[in-house]
């Protein structure tokens, strides 16, 4: 199975596609009002059926984005840690499973981490390049976010 690694903080991809190594970076939005506005400019494109590998993971990053408040700095407080989840996502869109890979030092977050991208309904059918079933990727979260936790009906 291909293997893709997303860094929601900095939004840094890299994707194995037929087995040679792929890097797509995005530039780091410096706060989260250019988060914001980065998020709604690509959710207000429709992806098409071939985006190439930074487009169909910017578009995945800002869905999984619009779920931030649910990990509010109330829930983090002063601590500091990263998150690893493995999501398969199958040919159409379905998120298959959600799994943590290396949990940070607090279940309590770990737990939310993995329900910001269980909120997403479905990610866009996998491009049509893509010549696989379904895809594994791997997504980071660092915390705190702080002052990033935008309500999600400010991103829509």
Known sequence: MNRVCLLLSGMIAHTLVGGSAVRADTSYPRNCEQWHQSDSAVLAKPLGTNPSVEQYLSYMLALTRQHLDLLPDAAVGDRRGKTVLAVEV???????????????????????????????????????????????????????????????????
């Open 90 to 156: 199958e040919r159409s869109g379905r998120i298959k499973t959600v799994t943590i890979v290396t949990p940070s030092a607090y279940p309590d977050v770990d737990r939310r981490v993995a329900q910001m991208v269980e909120a997403v309904p479905k990610f866009p059918p996998l491009p049509q390049w893509y010549q696989h079933d379904s895809v594994r990727l791997e997504m980071t979260l660092q915390f705190p976010l702080r002052g990033c936790n935008i309500p999600v009906a400010d991103l829509q």
